[in-house]
């Protein structure tokens, strides 16, 4: 029970046991925040997303499929696939679901979100997230707010839009903090074949998604037009 506590602190504080108090009262204040710009459920869970991917790419790079895809991609580049692409590419739709629930508020929630990925991160990892998050969100944003589409259709559009955004600026991100975190200079991960993959398995999620909110809204469950 001591090692699954002493594991929980580690994660929750980022490794510095003795921020707990200061990470408590954080994550607290972050919650009271939500819940009075009136978030829920799909709101908490946004915001906890972000520096959690965050964190999670700083600690895992995804499995080194050189070997097996060089040849079908005609790539000398190292090509690293990431499961974790696809929860990456569901930030996407679950900030639509949140706009949906807190109007234009989702904007505050994006800042708060890229402010804790600072603190769950490599400085550069949340650097390169944090300009990726804005620029696509903001594109995200956008399109979700200002297109007359209906809503299945709006959830692909702004996950098309915002995903290569999103994987060039973390791409590049990502090979400056290997390159100064794990002194890796060869390992690069900003090639064609990655773009490829990361964009593919970011728009899973959305495809999925879209595809169970049109059926609804056939069956009349979901209004089309609702933002």
């Known amino acids: 029970m ?11 504080t980022n490794g510095n046991p003795g921020q707990l108090p200061l990470a408590a009262a954080g994550i607290l204040a972050t919650a009271i925040l939500i819940w009075y710009l009136k978030g829920r459920t799909w709101a908490f869970i946004y915001v906890a997303l972000i520096p959690f991917l965050n ?38 739709v679950v900030r ?5 629930e807190m109007g234009h ?7 708060l979100a890229v402010a804790w990925s600072f603190y769950y991160s490599w400085p550069v990892i949340a650097i390169a997230s944090g300009i990726a998050f804005a620029i696509s969100e903001t ?19 702004s996950s098309a ?5 999103d994987t060039t600026v973390f791409l590049y991100g990502a ?12 390992g690069t991960m900003f090639n064609a074949p990655n773009w490829i993959l990361f964009i593919l398995g970011k728009m899973i999620g959305a ?21």
């Open 175 to 186: 090979d400056l903090a290997r390159q100064m975190q794990l002194g890796d200079p060869a």
């Open 139 to 157: 594109a995200d944003w956008l399109i979700f707010t200002f297109t007359r589409y209906r809503l299945s259709t709006r959830i692909l559009l």
């Open 55 to 92: 964190w999670t790419f700083g600690k895992f790079s995804g499995f080194d499929a050189t070997a097996e895809l060089g040849g079908l991609f005609g790539a000398s580049s190292r090509i690293m696939v990431n499961p974790l692409t696809i929860a990456t590419g569901m930030v996407f």
């Open 105 to 111: 508020r989702v904007l505050i929630l994006m800042a």
């Open 207 to 227: 495809v999925v998604v879209s595809a169970m909110i049109r059926a609804r809204e056939k069956r009349g469950e979901v209004d089309p037009a609702a933002a």
């Open 161 to 165: 839009l915002a995903a290569p955004i």
């Open 96 to 100: 639509d679901f949140v706009q949906r």
């Open 2 to 12: 001591d090692g699954l506590w002493n594991e929980l602190v580690s994660a929750l």
